[in-house]
C-alpha cells in the first residue's frame, strides 16, 4: 500500500522559516494537499494542489512538489502557527494522509 | 456557508457494527465534482482516510477497511452514512465526515468530528 511518511516533529523559533517534507515513491506525479489541525479542532487546508493557497490562508505558507518530496514551507512562523500537519494525496483510488508532523513553535 | 455535523452512538461494544450519519448544509450531492467524505483519528494518531461518495454514486473504499465498510447517501436529506461492521476497541476514533471537491481533490470543509468509544 501506499505510504506518505513525515517527520514526527519540526521545532521553529517565531519568525524563522520552517519546512515539513513528505516523502513517497513518485509523489511528485501526484497533487500533494496540507492541513493543518490545531490542538481539539478539525483539520483545514492550508496548500492545495501542491502550491496553492485557499482563500483565508496567509502569505507565508507555501509548498512545493518534486521527484518522492513535497515540502510545505512557512515562512515567518508565528504562534499560531503550532499544529499537526498533515499531508495528503490519492494514489489510484486510495486517498492517502501522511504520518503527521507536529510543529513546535519555541 | 458549509457545515457538516456527524452523529451516531458514541460507545460501542466490539463486535456490534457502528452506523454513524453525516448531516451537511450549504451543498448539494446532486453537484457535479462534490463528494462527502469519512476520515477517523484515534486519539494521539493520525488521520485515516475511509471512504468516499461522489455526487454520481461512485464510491471509494480503504483497501484495508473495505471489507468492513459500506458508505450510503441520501441525496434528497443531505445525508451520508457510514456503516463498519465487526468493531474492535482499535477502532476507537474521532471520526470526521468532510466536504470533497474532486477537481481540487480537498476535503475543503470538515466536521467536527465524534469521539467513538469500542469497549465491553
Known amino acids: 500500500s501506499y505510504e506518505l511518511t513525515q517527520p514526527p516533529s519540526v521545532p521553529v523559533s517565531p519568525g524563522q522559516t520552517a519546512s515539513i517534507t513528505c516523502s513517497g515513491d513518485?509523489?511528485?506525479?501526484?497533487?500533494v494537499t496540507w492541513y493543518q489541525q490545531r490542538p481539539g479542532q478539525s483539520p483545514v487546508v492550508v496548500i492545495y494542489q501542491d502550491n496553492k493557497r485557499p482563500s483565508g490562508i496567509p502569505e507565508r505558507f507555501s509548498g512545493s512538489n518534486s521527484g518522492n518530496t513535497a515540502t510545505l514551507t512557512i515562512s515567518g512562523t508565528q504562534p499560531m502557527d503550532e499544529a499537526d500537519y498533515y499531508c495528503q494525496a490519492w494514489d489510484i483510488s486510495t486517498c492517502v494522509f501522511g504520518t503527521g508532523t507536529e510543529l513546535t513553535v519555541l | 456557508q458549509i457545515t457538516l455535523k456527524e452523529s451516531g452512538p458514541t460507545l460501542v461494544k466490539p463486535t456490534e457494527t457502528l452506523t454513524l450519519t453525516c448531516t451537511f448544509s450549504?451543498?448539494?450531492?446532486?453537484?457535479?465534482?462534490?463528494?462527502v467524505g469519512w476520515i477517523r483519528q484515534p486519539p494521539g494518531k493520525a488521520l485515516e482516510w475511509l471512504a468516499l461518495v461522489y455526487w454520481n454514486g461512485d464510491k471509494r473504499y480503504s483497501p484495508s477497511l473495505r471489507s468492513s465498510l459500506t458508505i450510503t447517501k441520501d441525496t434528497s436529506q443531505n445525508q451520508v452514512a457510514l456503516t463498519m461492521t465487526n468493531m474492535d476497541p482499535v477502532d476507537t476514533a474521532t471520526y470526521y465526515c468532510a466536504h470533497y471537491l474532486k477537481a481540487e481533490q480537498i476535503f475543503e470543509h470538515w466536521g467536527q468530528g465524534t469521539l467513538v468509544t469500542v469497549s465491553s
Open positions: 450549504g451543498f448539494s450531492l446532486f453537484s457535479s465534482g462534490v463528494g
Open positions: 513518485k509523489l511528485g506525479d501526484k497533487y
